[in-house]
């Protein structure tokens, strides 16, 4: 992965293949942002002016390359838009910095190193503008050939190499503690898009189980994987029924971090569909191509999970990977059966393309068992929230109001965009089942908060839980944007790992 220095030295003098400016729009035309004040200087001050000559405005994810000044000695000065120019100050948030950031490292691409001269007054800034740049730089070419060395791949270029944070105070504790934070999360975040991005005949539930086993003792985390034969003798019901369809048997994967100082405990649960035709209830033709995402609210858990204990944060985190192929064949579960769930509940199945909800039944009822003090769930649960929100931003249901806004304003700072839902209690009546305790499906309309509905029967009494409905985020079809690449994101990582950060610190409930 690419990687990050503090540096205190001159743009005119760092050997470098670019350096990075900051430029924003004005009401008049471009201005060069704070940060690029030595190589405005070198071009006489004229920086800007050159910059609307060649076209740029300073709009969000522009990018204008010119020449560097005589006596650079990166040939290049990139110049990459930061949107508007800031109404009150000239402060940039993170969120454009992280942006602008990851733009510019996309459109380095086969570079070996970039000076990245953008907008850092302070070490927050800082760690904004790496976790930006490692984002933005990421690349998925294991499958293509001489991906794996390390090289480009053939008819691709190699993520850019180094990024060296010119302004940056290497000696500064605040500085390396923000960097070395960017690095942790940015590592795992892009471990977790290369799950969702792996193909599904390479990853099943028992491959994905063995990456967590793996992971697990690189980073003292305890990791416990209950097999087919496991879940079967404790009659989890709805992640069995789910698998049953399929050769690769399911699994359910426990991680537990702990800090000999934590004061809470938090429970992460995440879907893992590692590959979704929709059962018997198959799938139309067009929506089965990018089902190997279904697995990346596990994805989600399992890298905010490891990032948590690489970070050291003082509280348990705990994640719950629910994994599963749900998949079409004469042992596959069947519209109409009922399912015996690991809680005892019994479950009406109307749809097994409404699987997702299956699995975390079982694990959240779990997850329940050890009395957290908040479950979080992840999943990439229904169309009808990617209908109601887009493919930006994840929904957000809670059985409490106050948490379900910490998860929001979480989300906001790290920059994932979510929305509260609710979970309107005149909906639950659609699911009564005359056969079953419950059905796994209900009214039409307000899919998505049927869908967290049905889930919130499985949380253990009194114990706070949120649902996040990653279907619109968790997987780019369109172009790259900003630090998202095309394909999978990684969303949700940050805002799980931010929770932490907060229970740890006292912040959160």
């Known amino acids: 992965m690419t990687a990050l220095t503090l540096s205190t030295a001159a743009a005119s003098g760092l050997r470098a293949d670019a350096i990075v400016v900051g430029v924003a729009k004005g009401p008049k035309g471009p201005v060069v942002a704070p940060g690029a004040e030595a190589v405005d200087t070198a071009y006489d001050g004229s920086l800007a002016g050159i910059l609307e000559t060649l076209g740029a405005t300073g709009a969000e994810g522009e990018v204008t390359k010119l020449p560097a000044p005589s006596g650079f000695k990166a040939p290049v000065v990139v110049a990459v838009g930061l949107g508007a120019v800031p109404e009150k100050d000239d402060t940039f948030g993170a969120e454009a910095l992280r942006r602008a950031a990851g733009v510019a490292a996309r ?31 990421y690349a998925f070419d294991a499958y293509k050939e001489t991906g794996r060395s390390g090289e480009a791949a053939k008819n691709g270029k190699a993520p850019l190499g180094e990024v060296a944070l010119l302004g940056g105070k290497p000696r500064d504790a605040a500085y390396k503690a923000a960097v070395a934070r960017a690095t942790a ?21 028992e491959s994905f189980a063995a990456v967590a086993t793996a992971a697990g003792k690189e980073h003292g985390i305890k990791v416990q994987v209950l097999d087919e034969k496991a879940l079967e003798k404790g009659g989890y019901g709805g992640i069995l029924g789910v698998g049953a369809g399929s050769a690769a048997a399911p699994r359910l994967v426990k991680l537990s971090y702990t800090s000999p100082k934590a004061k809470k405990h938090l429970a992460f649960v995440g879907k893992g569909i590692t590959y979704d035709s929709g059962g018997i209830s198959l799938k139309p033709a067009g929506h089965n191509e990018t089902m190997k995402c279904d697995m990346s609210g596990a994805a989600a858990v399992f890298a905010a999970v490891v990032a948590a204990a690489r970070l050291g944060l003082e509280v348990n985190v705990t994640g719950w990977l629910a994994l599963a192929e749900n998949m079409p064949s004469g042992s596959a579960t069947r519209p109409g059966d009922v399912l015996r769930m690991y809680s005892g509940k019994t479950v009406e199945v109307l749809n097994t393309d409404a699987e997702g909800r299956l699995v975390l039944g079982d694990a959240l009822w779990k997850a329940s068992e050890e009395k957290p003090d908040a479950i979080v769930d992840v999943a990439t649960l229904t169309g009808a929230m990617v209908l109601a929100l887009g493919h930006r931003t994840f929904g957000v249901m809670a059985n409490d109001d106050a948490f379900r806004t910490s998860i929001v304003e979480a989300a906001e700072e790290v920059g994932e965009d979510s929305w509260p839902m609710p979970l309107p209690e005149h909906l639950r009546k659609g699911m009564d089942s005359p056969t079953a305790d419950i059905a796994n499906m209900g009214e039409r309309m307000g899919g998505g908060l049927v869908a967290g509905l049905f889930l919130r ?10 649902h996040l409905d990653i279907a619109g985020p968790a997987f780019n079809e369109s172009g790259p944007f900003g630090y998202t690449p095309k394909g999978g994101t990684g969303s949700a990582v940050r805002t799980l790992v931010r929770l932490a950060e907060l229970t740890a610190a006292g912040d959160l409930g």
């Open 457 to 466: 029967e499985f949380v253990g009494e009194g114990i706070t839980w949120a």
């Open 107 to 137: 459109a380095l691409a086969g570079a070996k190193k970039a000076a990245f001269a953008l907008p850092m007054a302070d070490a927050a800034d800082a760690g904004a503008v790496a976790e930006g740049a490692r984002l933005g730089a």
């Open 185 to 205: 999360v940015t590592e795992e975040l892009n471990r977790a898009r290369d799950l969702v991005n792996t193909p599904p005949n390479d990853l099943n539930p």
